[in-house]
């Protein structure tokens, strides 16, 4: 499972999620990427998920699928809880 949090550096919110998926990891294996919207990859993935908001948290499975798991910042059992199914 791999782990993408889309964050922009002027989000004020962007740095908490930050911390939770770096605790997170602390505590589960899993791959663990951050891209910002600003570049090719996070504006492909911000058009390819409709997304609206930041942080947002895409999971990509062993199969390459990729679904919206959070908008916003998580509680961290929330994340230790996605990752650990």
Known sequence: M????????WCPYCPSAKKI??????????????IDIETPKGKELVDK???MSIPTTIL???S?????????V?????AL?????
């Open 21 to 34: 998926w770096e605790e997170a990891r602390k505590e589960a294996k899993f791959d663990y990427e951050e």
């Open 64 to 72: 390459g699928t990729q679904k919206v798991a959070f908008v916003g």
């Open 60 to 62: 990509q499975d062993e």
């Open 81 to 85: 809880d996605l990752v650990k199914k």
């Open 49 to 51: 998920h409709s997304v």
């Open 2 to 9: 791999k782990v993408m949090l889309l964050t922009a550096k």
């Open 74 to 78: 998580p509680t961290k059992q929330k």
